[in-house]
């Protein structure tokens, strides 16, 4: 059903990764802002998160296999945490240029939300199990 509790996660997830990604910059280097748009890679893992969301919603009836997508898309955006880490440790200023954007709390907020929809997945999963033992 689409109206449960891990639905909405998996929706504001979705929303995360695919929209606001696009509107938040990531950092700013030396008067020049960097958006996540301005790299294809960060384009497709962000995407690729959405879509994994989108694609978890809609298969509602297959709590397993919804479950395996959520924890899918948690590696992806430990990935895509991955790469903001490395390139921001990469930067002429480094970790101590105080100007870092809310982008790069995207992932973590994606991967919080994707950890809640697991969370009520598998109790979903679990209330199944319980119901069809007493039949």
Known sequence: MLQRIQSLYLLVAAVCSGVLSFTTYLLVLEGTVVYAIDSISYV???QGSALLSLISIFLFKSRQTQ????RLNIILNFIL???????LLNLPGGPANPEKGIGLLLPIFSIVLLALANKAIKKD?????SVDRLR
Do not use: D, P
């Open 44 to 46: 497709a893992l962000f």
């Open 67 to 70: 479950f395996v997508l959520g």
């Open 81 to 87: 945490l991955g790469l903001f880490v490395f390139r």
């Open 125 to 129: 999963e679990t209330l199944v199990k």
